[in-house]
Each structure stands twice: as structure tokens, then as C-alpha cells.
């Protein structure tokens, strides 16, 4: 099992509809949680963070994060097709006592139809 | 401020060449990934430096690829006797780490540089 998954898609939303990007994760002890875009030929770039169960929304973007379920989800309200991107789901891992490093998941393409 | 810088942006080079990639972190950050990407593919983690602990090689695909980074700043990504599947872009991200406990750091949000893109022919 992938230490990050997340559907490849690609994901095609209308114009001004929600997109929903969706993200698990196995690492129970996993803290931290990051959605980052990536636009073809650039390299990412950081959206949003989470760190603690609910919701936080910032402008257009909600991340959503259960713990309980190792679930993470980015949704995207009043899509323009500029939020057309790969988007990548990072969590942190456990990698030894006390040190934790990022694992990128492979990313989801959405494409927003005008 | 100034960003993570890599050189060259553009590397072509000759199937059994060696290749040194460079990255310059944002000032003060002590974390530093290394990672590969493929065209349409995802980020393939390489190695990661924290500080002074040793560096988690756990990602380099062979032992023709080693890195280092001098002074807890620059890094160096070296591959040696290039193969054509090497050729990628190779990025490199730091980070900030956040000690929330006296056993535990957290890491903090990646900034990626532009990224290297080698053509190995």
C-alpha cells in the first residue's frame, strides 16, 4: 500500500461548479497534511495546510481532514479554469525517532471546462 | 525574499557522463528534498537532509546517484555514468522545521525550486 494515495484522474469540472480533490493516507501518526498545485511545466507550489480534524478555508479553497478515517480532501468552490493543474496531496511520515519528512502523493489532474 | 534556486535549469548530456545538479535553500531553512519527476508523472522522492542528522537515502534509485550538502546549506545532487531513464526534472524543495516538543519536530511547508531538467542522450 502507496503511503499516499490519491486518484489520478483526470478530474474534469464544469465552470463555477465545486471540485473535490480527494487524498488517504496509512500512517496513522501522520500530523501534518499539505495540497500543493502544480501547473504543467512549473513546480509546485504550497495551497494550504492542516493540521488539526475539521475544516479550514482559505478564499476559494476548504481543506477537509479526518484523521479517523486517514482522509484528506481539498475542495475548490466557483472553479475558473486557471485552478486547471495537478494538484498533489503531502502528509508527513515517520521516518525514525522524533523526524518526520513529507510524502507526496502522484497527484490528481483537474481540468475546469469553461 | 530570494526563493530555492537550482543550476543549471537545463542539462543535456551524453549517456556515461557525470552530472552535478545544484540547489541553493532559502536562507535558514534546514530542511532540503531531493526529488525527480518524469514527464506526467508524480514526485519521486530521492533523498532528504534535516540538519545534521544523517540523510534519508532511502529514495535514491541506484548507487550511481549520491548527494551532499555542504555547511547545512547547498546541496549537491551528483549522478554518475548517466542513463537515458535518468532524464527528468530533478527538483529540490526546503523547508522550515518547527520543534513542538523537546523529542518531536514537525515539518513545515516545502518551497520548490524551478527545477533542472536533464536530457540524458
Known amino acids: 500500500q502507496k503511503e499516499v494515495e490519491q486518484n489520478s484522474g483526470p478530474l474534469s469540472v464544469p465552470e463555477g461548479a465545486i471540485a473535490s480533490l480527494n487524498c488517504t493516507y496509512s500512517?496513522?501518526?501522520?500530523?501534518?497534511f499539505f495540497w500543493y498545485r502544480q501547473y504543467s511545466g512549473k513546480s509546485p507550489e504550497l495551497i494550504m495546510f492542516?493540521?488539526?480534524?475539521g475544516d479550514k478555508e482559505d478564499g476559494r479553497f476548504t481543506a477537509q481532514l479526518n484523521k479517523a478515517s486517514q482522509y484528506v480532501s481539498l475542495l475548490i468552490r466557483d472553479s475558473q479554469p486557471s485552478d486547471s493543474a495537478t494538484y498533489l496531496c503531502a502528509v508527513s511520515v515517520l521516518v525514525n525517532f522524533g523526524n518526520e519528512k513529507l510524502t507526496f502523493g502522484t497527484g490528481t489532474r483537474l481540468t475546469i471546462i469553461p | 525574499g530570494a526563493g530555492v534556486s537550482q543550476s543549471p535549469s537545463n542539462k543535456v548530456t551524453e549517456k556515461g557522463k557525470d552530472v552535478e545538479l545544484r540547489c541553493d535553500p532559502i536562507?535558514?531553512?534546514?530542511?532540503l528534498y531531493w526529488y525527480r519527476q518524469s514527464l506526467g508523472q508524480g514526485l519521486e522522492f530521492l533523498i532528504y537532509?534535516?540538519?545534521?542528522?544523517?540523510?534519508?537515502k532511502s529514495g535514491l534509485p541506484s548507487d550511481r546517484f549520491s548527494a551532499e550538502r555542504t555547511g547545512g546549506s547547498v546541496s549537491t545532487l551528483t549522478i554518475q555514468r548517466t542513463q537515458q531513464e535518468d532524464s527528468a526534472v530533478y527538483l529540490c524543495?526546503?523547508?522550515?522545521?518547527?520543534?513542538?516538543?523537546?523529542?518531536?519536530?514537525?515539518?513545515?511547508?516545502?518551497?520548490f525550486g524551478p527545477g533542472t531538467r536533464l536530457t540524458v542522450t
Open positions: 524543495a526546503s523547508s522550515l522545521f518547527l520543534r513542538q516538543t523537546v523529542q518531536r519536530v514537525q515539518p513545515y511547508e516545502q518551497y
Open positions: 536562507s535558514g531553512h534546514t530542511a
Open positions: 537532509f534535516q540538519g545534521n542528522s544523517a540523510p534519508d
Open positions: 492542516i493540521y488539526s480534524n
Open positions: 500512517d496513522r501518526g501522520s500530523q501534518s
